[in-house]
């Protein structure tokens, strides 16, 4: 290398984490994601643990899976969505985490000269699903017509053109045009194609090496100046069962189910998939153009194993060859005793695997040193291995290692081998804080079968490798021109405020790390706990003042971005979340954009020019922002509104009919409109004190009693001007407010006499929640005509918003929402000042939107709630949306079922619909594979035509025996 290589950019999707932040947090924790085979993936009948010999069985049916996250969005992408499942579905996964890995670099206007940015990827050269959806429609129906006519001639050729046509049309439509979906190398190509990258552009198949082979070409491309940029790294989503059956055939899988790597009792890799993406530029123009530095590559080296013993068992000499190249090349020795403090193996949790493994490793790292052991790890223990990306599984694990100063654990390694006990290494099963006098330094392995062997060195950024860029949340696919650097949530949970205090007594790295995991995991399993803290990007000073909000042991509600509850709020059976929709506020600039991009909505044209306009655009953003808080899982148990904004909480609960709410708006804003001749004020007493001044002002109503010490008046201009003025000599604070409709107030009547003579065309209809009126301080009753006849007093009376909080308080309400942008939360907080109460809002105009949901999400945790915190770091989670431009699909990742479909037997003239009487599927199949070659043939090129094929072996057995 002629120089360092910057990782600039990182995303995965791999088992049980579909962003980086998820992974890093399963990293952390020791998330084992390995589960059973899902049944869309290969048929249950194939695994057999009694037939572990048999060719078409398999003995093991554990592995990792990403279904939770086979999602592709093809709109952004320019792809149109009917090419979507006649593509190879890793392509589309991969293209969707090249385009976030890129984001994560800070998006695509960061990259270099597009001619001068490239793509390399590994990638195994076997078909994928749509490949073998593709010759199953080549193949299926001749294959068909010729067993019937082997095991039953007295069918007739045109019954045999039947099935042929039957099968050809449950196959689906067939587009010549996306055929071209199907070739391998186009998981590279559509990268470059899609994002517009005109450097070279190839996939590299080294099995299980590929992914750190790309990262190997990308340095090259890079120290020759040929590229400028690189976005290289793996990616395998095959879970077929031709290739289980090769792993099962090899006895390469764990008979007991669990991936143990480096343990003395490991028996056996288990099959994962998932893609990992980096995003590589030469380290001087890293730093130059200021990027945010994940790790430095120092070092790579690959060399192969020669004239070995087998193409299948791997040779140290050309592990051992690999692995000192790149020490090499980085210009470091190896057993120097501070060379390393992470070395993440191959580590496959085989036998001869590990043990060969282990032998290279004391060749190259040399006998156990005084100080710290190195420690050595294997993510595969909690993803499985994921093939043609496990070297970049590995590479990103090291990387986020090195970056965030926290050595990771390895699972299962419960009685370490021999040859580890007497190594330089150790094997960790949480995670520790990385200490170290020199920079934090790494390096991956990644052996593939064949004898291909990789090696990369990772080093700790310098210093002057900070980023000078930090930017707001930006979209998902590379909008933005700065670095995204997302704000990290700890969150501790204990039965008490001293087992959360034992937490935090820690170093800072300890329990950022295992804050970030510890939250999640609680978040999944929707846990209640008896004391919870979360801290919003804890800094040093802000786990310091966390350390002392414990130790104090009382509640603290936001400050400094940090929300403790020695009792969490929720978790009492009374207690209720209330979302309160703010009327018109004195500011109003929401930070939406984001949001809707985030979620997938679409964008809001806000307009304020006009009081119609102004209000409706308030109500819009109300409308939104509660959608978002479902997707997130937070619902309401009611909600309620701020003088206009009651509008918008019944417009959530469903009280109006969605066909006629445009028309309902126009009826009933276009009259209001701001009036020259009256003003409003917001005075800093409350409603019976500013009451008691108003004889001596005509005209003048208290419009709105907000809380203890604020109320809102209207009036005439003269009248209110004169109340300003004596409240400022008496050092009261009153302001008045820049619009003015006589809302709230007597000076309505005349538009309400109007209002009154319009028909009542709507149809009774129930609220989804109860809908609380600021009326009366109470729930709108149920019959619709006195709903109605609130609605009209809502307009002409004073809002009892004060009232209205302390009621809802007293009936069990103990959190409330603020569901749109302005300072109600802080109102209804000094109404509930003296009680137990959580209030935030929803949306604020002086951060991005995303950042303050975070905050409202980590406030809802530690007030007991379970909010979807991973909806907010990943689009994926976020739910699909109802209106806008998402058309988010799902990806079948599992094989194509074909099958004849019902009234097979009749078309034949067999089976059940003959009046035969068939054995269950999965039997009959298994009794005909063993005695007939044909049959085999059969299960063998169609796999799920249990229920057809049934029917017809079942009368061609029948035939036999009448012979």
């Known amino acids: 290398m002629s120089e360092p290589v910057a990782i600039v950019g990182m995303s995965v999707l791999f088992p049980g984490a579909d ?86 670099a800070g998006g695509a206007d960061r990259l270099p000269d597009r001619d001068r940015v490239g793509v390399v990827l590994g990638r195994l050269g076997i078909a994928g699903m749509a490949s073998m959806k593709f010759f199953a429609r080549v193949m299926s129906p001749d294959d068909m017509a010729r067993f019937l006519r082997e095991l039953l001639p007295e069918i007739s050729e045109d019954r045999i053109d039947q099935v042929r046509e039957r099968i050809t049309e449950r196959m689906g439509p067939y587009h010549p045009e996306n055929v071209i979906g199907l070739m391998s190398n186009l998981a590279a190509s559509r990268i470059a194609n899609r994002l517009d990258l005109r450097g070279t552009s190839y996939t590299v198949d080294a099995a299980c090496a590929s992914s750190l082979i790309a990262v190997d070409h990308a340095v090259a491309e890079l120290s020759s100046g040929r590229l400028d940029a690189v976005v290289a790294g793996g990616t395998h989503h095959n879970h077929d069962i031709s290739f289980w059956a090769v792993f099962s055939q090899l006895k390469a899988l764990s008979q007991r189910q669990q991936i143990r790597p480096f343990d003395a009792e490991a028996d056996g890799l288990l099959i994962g998939e998932g893609t990992g993406i980096v995003v590589l530029k030469r380290l001087s123009d890293a730093i130059g153009a200021g990027d945010r530095i994940h790790a430095v590559i120092r070092g790579v080296g690959v060399a192969g194993d020669g004239r070995a013993a087998s193409l299948v068992n791997p040779g140290t000499a050309g592990q051992a060859l690999a692995i000192s190249r790149a020490w090499a090349c980085a210009g470091l020795d190896p057993s120097a005793p501070d060379a390393l403090g992470l070395l993440e193996a191959h580590g496959t949790g085989t036998q001869v695997g590990d043990a060969a493994e282990m032998t290279t490793l004391a060749e190259v790292f040399g006998p156990p040193q005084p100080g710290s052991a190195p420690v050595l790890g294997s993510v595969k223990s909690m993803i499985g291995h994921t093939m043609a990306a496990a070297g970049v599984a590995g590479l990103v694990k090291a990387a986020l290692a090195v970056s965030r100063g926290v050595l990771l654990p390895t699972l299962y390694c419960d009685t370490p081998r021999p040859e580890l006990v007497a190594s330089r290494f150790r094997t960790i099963s949480a995670a520790l804080p990385w200490e170290c006098d020199g920079p934090r330094r790494a390096a991956v392995n990644a052996f593939g079968f064949g004898g291909i062997n990789a090696h990369v060195i990772l080093e700790q950024p310098p210093d002057s490798a900070r980023p000078r860029h930090r930017s707001p949340d930006p979209g998902p696919y590379g909008e933005t021109a700065v670095v995204h650097e997302p704000e990290q949530i700890i969150l501790l949970a204990g039965p008490d405020a001293r087992a959360v205090a034992r937490m935090l007594d820690a170093d800072d790295r300890v329990v ?205 201009v003269r009248q209110v001007t004169r109340l300003i003025e004596e409240c400022a000599r008496q050092d009261v604070i009153c302001r008045p407010l820049p619009y003015a409709t006589g809302a709230h107030t007597p000076y309505l009547e005349p538009f309400v006499k109007e209002l009154r003579e319009f028909p009542d065309d709507s149809q009774p209809r129930s609220p989804r929640v109860p809908v609380w009126s600021s009326v009366i301080a109470a729930p709108l009753p149920t019959g619709a005509a006195e709903r109605r006849e609130l609605f009209f007093r809502q307009l002409v009376e004073p809002v009892r918003f004060r009232e209205t909080m302390m009621a809802m308080h007293d009936d069990g309400f103990r959190v409330f929402l603020q569901v749109g942008t302005g300072q109600l939360a802080s109102v209804i907080h000094e109404t509930l000042r003296d009680t137990d109460h959580l209030t935030i809002p929803v949306n604020v105009s002086s951060r991005s939107g995303l950042a303050q949901l975070r905050r409202v999400a980590t406030a809802l945790w530690v007030e007991g709630g379970a909010p979807d915190l991973a909806a907010l770091d990943s689009p994926g989670r976020a739910g699909k949306a109802r209106h806008g431009r998402d058309l988010r699909m799902r990806l079948e990742l599992g094989a194509e079922v074909i099958t004849l479909g019902e009234g097979a037997g009749k078309l034949l003239g067999v089976g059940p619909d003959s009046g035969q009487e068939p054995e269950s599927a999965i039997a009959a199949l298994r009794t005909f594979a063993d005695r007939s070659p044909a049959a085999g043939e059969l299960a063998a090129v169609l796999e799920d035509t249990a229920s057809s094929a049934v029917a017809v072996l079942t009368a061609a057995n029948h035939a036999t025996e009448k012979n």
């Open 19 to 104: 962003s980086l932040e998820e992974y890093w947090r399963n990293l952390v924790t020791g998330t084992d994601a390995i589960t059973d085979v899902p049944p869309n993936r290969w048929p249950p009948r194939y695994y057999d643990p009694e037939l572990a010999d048999h060719p078409n069985r398999v003995y093991c049916r554990r592995g990792g899976f990403v279904d939770d996250f086979a999602y592709f969005d093809p709109l952004p992408f320019g792809i149109m969505p009917g090419s979507v499942p006649d593509t190879e579905q890793d392509q589309l996964l991969t293209l969707r985490v090249a385009a976030a890995a890129i984001q994560d």
């Open 512 to 716: 950022r790390a295992y804050g970030a995991a510890h939250g999640a995991n609680r978040t999944r399993a929707g846990q209640r706990d008896g004391c919870r803290l979360g801290i919003v990007d804890p800094t040093g000073r802000r786990l310091a003042a966390a350390r002392r909000i414990v130790a104090a042991g009382a509640a603290w509600r936001g400050g400094r971005d940090i929300w403790f509850s020695p009792r969490p709020l929720l978790n009492t059976a009374r207690a209720k979340i209330a979302f309160v929709f703010p009327g018109l506020e004195a500011e109003f600039a929401p930070q939406i954009a984001d949001v809707a991009d985030h979620f997938g909505l679409a964008a809001a044209e806000l307009d304020t020019g006009g009081y119609s306009g102004y209000l409706a655009s308030v109500i819009l953003t109300g409308r939104m922002l509660h959608d978002v808080l479902e997707r997130i899982g937070v619902k309401p148990d009611a909600v309620a509104g701020h003088s206009l904004g009651e509008w918008t909480a019944g417009i959530v609960a469903g009280l109006p009919d969605e066909s006629k709410l445009d028309e309902q708006a126009e009826t009933l804003l276009s009259p209001i409109a701001i009036r020259d001749d009256l003003l409003h004020a917001v005075i800093g007493e409350g409603a019976a004190a500013v009451a008691a001044r108003l004889p001596d002002y005509p005209g003048v109503y208290v419009s709105h009693d907000n809380a203890p010490s604020q109320s809102v008046v209207c009036g005439p």
